[in-house]
């Protein structure tokens, strides 16, 4: 077929144009994304991994001390983001997969962990956009360099760290099939809550542990349209061990940054309760 109407052939290349430009969502996803990098892949975000990611990390090699032993133990990481605590639980020795169901997260994380073949080889600006709580210009056009350490550089036996796309409610559906679950900033990205609860539940194997470190900020909780079921902490808690687990740590009194600007005037210092819960050894489903 053939437009012999050239403005009709313009007008509608511009439609289509327009249909492809990038949304508020779509910006403010790259911006995250970006501060994502610098939480994961920077010197600048190893406070915020020490908070956030060691205690969860120290949990699962108590709970597997025999490091040869470990590489028969499966470990999933959901909500994984940009990779960076499936990768350094995988550096200890664990089989361990991350799971991410955002496209922007994704993108990201295949890039730092399979194209960069050095440190320090990229330079990126994430708070250039914050125009807000900037003590000044020097500080908001800042470059942040990633990643701090390459990951190609370390040896891994094959198939001992993988990435896996996807939502994980419906990714997962094979049963006891992991020995343990790790989550950070992970529980309250759910619609209901108790599907994760339920999910991570089935697919752990009878005597395997949850380790959770994070808040309850729910992401769809003033969404128009969307559904959100909002516990409180102490109401998860209950929820779990309905379910059938057995709580065996918690300590409330954790607190963690997330993806903060260190030098902004304003700083949000998240309350991060840290639990681990085993499914009974008995448990059969």
Not at 19 to 24: D, E, G, N
Not at 60 to 82: H, S, T
Not at 102 to 125: C, E, H, P, Q, R
Not at 240 to 269: A, C, W
Request: proline share 6%; charged share 20%.
């Amino acid at each position: 077929f053939h437009n012999s109407n050239p403005l009709d052939e313009r007008s509608s290349s511009q439609a289509a144009l327009q249909q492809q430009q990038p949304t508020r969502y779509d910006y403010e996803k790259v911006r995250t994304t970006l501060r994502q990098f610098v939480r994961d892949w920077s010197t600048e975000g190893a406070e915020e991994r020490a908070a956030s990611y060691q205690p969860i990390i120290d949990e699962l090699c108590a709970r597997f001390p025999n490091e040869q032993k470990r590489a028969n133990i499966r470990v999933l990481v959901p909500g994984a983001g940009l990779g960076r605590l499936a990768f350094e639980i995988a550096k200890l020795g664990f089989e361990c997969q991350g799971n991410e169901w955002s496209v922007f997260m994704l993108f990201a994380a295949n890039f730092i962990l399979n194209k960069a073949t050095g440190t320090d080889m990229f330079t990126i600006y994430p708070w250039v956009t914050q125009s807000c709580n900037q003590p000044g210009i020097e500080a908001m056009c800042r470059g942040v360099s990633i990643p701090d350490i390459n990951p190609r550089s370390v040896e891994l036996p094959e198939g001992a760290f993988s990435m896996v796309a996807g939502d994980f409610l419906e990714v997962y559906t094979q049963t006891e099939d992991w020995d343990a679950v790790t989550t950070c900033f992970f529980l309250d990205t759910a619609h209901n809550i108790l599907a994760y609860l339920e999910k991570m539940f089935a697919i752990l194997k009878p005597g395997g542990f949850l380790i959770n470190l994070g808040p309850l900020l729910y992401h769809f909780s003033d969404t128009p349209g969307e559904f959100s079921l909002d516990l409180t902490y102490e109401e998860v808690l209950t929820a779990m061990e309905d379910i059938g687990f057995k709580i065996l740590v918690r300590d409330d009194k954790k607190s963690s940054p997330y993806i903060t600007n260190t030098q902004s005037l304003l700083q949000y210092i998240y309350t991060t309760p840290f639990l681990v819960a085993q499914k009974p050894v008995e448990s059969r489903l």
